[in-house]
């Protein structure tokens, strides 16, 4: 099913004509969990990898043990957690039975865990461009692999990632069982395997990247609209729903709600930066970004279940990332 994102509350470009030039487009991926092959576009999906080709791993991670916990474990938890959402039960009844939350509970408790040298990459996102034809790319090419490090860098606290292109045509003997890490340090690394129901939107820059006289009029402008309903959720505002839109996506603008926009460039040519890659762990924020077809649905929005549930890590990924490394903001 496609998913739709309804039409903007308002036109924001017509109030303040100086948005209209920094507009960018941006695709939504949209993903949701299902079982995707090496054929399709996916998130936590499997990767169309050549069979001659190794798989990367992590030189800043090769130490025989690692604290953490086992992939697998941390699926099981996930599938009981989401099959026990599902269940009837009386109010104030516990969530899980008793041998459920021995089972969720080994999964969240890190241990001491063998690795086999070094870790092994996860694969988190591959995108074809007959699905999204907007992917900038090199030339020749037509496929987009990223895969990360299941630990956090200790210089941005954020998985180290790698960026492939490839001409999928190329890869004539597919790796039929890539390795997986024995362990891995931060769950929110693992992602869900999806599918991905790609949307193209406009987006304008958050707040903080405008000029300081426009940030100043639309501030001024949501205090004349709404001068009384601080906590009101049909309050419309220009970051969270004339801006950037949530959820993992393609392009557009970064998404600067957890820190300040400072300057990047490319260190090859002097390039201002422009990001590739959203990876977010919900898919709305603001019910305006709710996409049409999910208008039913009930389930928790961050803790629970439900079609927006990716991973739990909101990580950008640069534009200036062509070829096997990426800059991270």
């Known amino acids: 099913m496609s998913r739709t994102t309804p039409p903007r509350p308002l036109d924001v470009a017509a109030l303040f004509p100086e948005l209209a030039p920094l507009a960018r487009t941006a695709v939504r991926l949209h993903p949701r969990p299902s079982t995707p092959t090496v054929k399709d576009s996916s998130i936590g999906g499997p990767l169309l990898w050549p069979a001659d080709e190794p798989w990367p791993t992590c030189a800043d991670h090769d130490e025989p043990t690692h604290l953490g916990?086992?992939?697998?474990?941390?699926?099981?938890?996930?599938?009981?957690?989401a099959?026990?959402?599902?269940?009837?039960?009386?109010?104030?009844?516990?969530?899980?039975?008793a041998e459920e939350r021995e089972i969720v509970d080994r999964a969240d408790a890190e241990r001491r865990i063998p690795q086999d040298g070094p870790v092994p990459l996860i694969p988190v996102v591959q995108l074809y461009a007959a699905d999204i034809p907007t992917l900038p790319r090199p030339a020749g090419t037509d496929l987009l692999q990223v895969l990360w490090c299941p630990f956090d860098h200790e210089e941005d606290y954020l998985p180290a990632a790698e960026l492939y292109w490839r001409a999928s045509a190329d890869v004539t003997d597919p790796l039929a069982a890539p390795p997986e890490p024995s362990v891995i340090?931060?769950?929110?690394?693992?992602?869900?395997?999806?599918?991905?129901?790609?949307e193209t939107v406009t987006e304008y820059p958050a707040p903080h990247e405008l000029p300081e006289e426009l940030a100043d009029r639309i501030h001024a402008w949501e205090d004349?609209?709404?001068?009384d309903e601080e906590d009101d959720v049909d309050v419309v505002g220009y970051q969270y729903d004339l801006s950037v839109a949530p959820g993992?996506?393609?392009?557009?603008?970064?998404?600067?709600?957890f820190s300040?926009?400072?300057?990047?460039?490319?260190?090859?040519?002097?390039s201002d930066v422009r990001p590739l890659l959203t990876l977010d762990g919900t898919e709305w924020g603001s019910e305006s970004w709710r996409p049409v077809e999910d208008a039913d649905y009930t389930g928790l929005h961050f803790l629970g279940p439900g079609p927006h549930r990716i991973a739990?890590?909101?990580d950008p990924v640069s534009r200036d990332a062509v070829g096997h490394g990426i800059k991270g903001f």
């Open 312 to 314: 739990e890590r909101h």
């Open 248 to 257: 993992c996506k393609l392009g557009g603008h970064g998404p600067w709600s």
């Open 83 to 97: 099959e026990a959402w599902t269940r009837p039960r009386a109010e104030g009844a516990d969530l899980l039975t």
């Open 260 to 270: 300040d926009p400072f300057p990047m460039s490319c260190s090859e040519c002097g």
């Open 185 to 198: 340090g931060n769950d929110d690394y693992l992602p869900e395997p999806c599918l991905l129901h790609p």
């Open 69 to 81: 916990a086992v992939p697998d474990d941390v699926r099981q938890r996930r599938r009981i957690i």
């Open 224 to 227: 004349e609209q709404n001068p």
